[in-house]
C-alpha cells in the first residue's frame, strides 16, 4: 500500500501563487508515477498534472499549462505542484494521486485509474 498525505492548501487572491506538496510513504516502487487531481463544488473530479518517476514524463490538462509546474523528489518520496496565477475557477479541492501506468503517453496519464489517492487539500482563489 502506498499512503499520501496532501499540504500547502489555503485562501489566496486572483493572480497569487500556491505550492502544493505531497509525501508519499509505505510501498513506493521505482516506477511509480504520481500526480494531481482535483474536484470544484457540484463538478467532477478533473486531471491536473502528473510526473513519471525519472520526470522524463510530464503531463498537464490544458487549462493549468503555462501556470502549474509538477516537480518530484524522489529521494524524499515527494512530489509538488507550483500553481501560479491563480483564478477563481482554480478553487477545489486538490487531491495527490499515484500509480503504475503501463503506458508512458499523457493521453494515457490523463486517463489512468490512478490506485492511491491522498485526502484532498482544500484551494480557494478570491476575486
Known amino acids: 500500500q502506498v499512503q499520501l498525505v496532501e499540504s500547502g492548501g489555503g485562501l489566496v487572491q486572483a493572480g497569487g501563487s500556491l505550492r502544493l506538496s505531497c509525501a508519499a510513504s509505505?510501498?513506493?516502487?521505482?516506477?511509480?508515477?504520481m500526480g494531481w487531481f482535483r474536484q470544484a463544488p457540484g463538478k467532477e473530479r478533473e486531471f491536473v498534472a502528473a510526473i513519471s518517476w525519472s520526470g522524463n514524463r510530464i503531463c498537464y490538462a490544458d487549462f493549468v499549462k503555462g501556470r502549474f509546474t509538477v516537480s518530484r523528489d524522489n529521494a524524499n518520496n515527494t512530489v509538488h505542484l507550483q500553481m501560479n496565477s491563480l483564478k477563481p475557477e482554480d478553487t477545489a479541492v486538490y487531491y495527490c494521486?499515484?500509480?503504475?501506468?503501463?503506458?508512458?503517453?499523457?493521453?494515457?496519464?490523463?486517463?489512468?485509474?490512478?490506485?492511491?489517492w491522498g485526502q484532498g487539500t482544500q484551494v480557494t482563489v478570491s476575486s
Open positions: 509505505g510501498r513506493t516502487f521505482s516506477s511509480i508515477a
Open positions: 494521486v499515484a500509480g503504475y501506468p503501463v503506458s508512458y503517453t499523457c493521453t494515457y496519464y490523463r486517463s489512468y485509474e490512478y490506485a492511491y
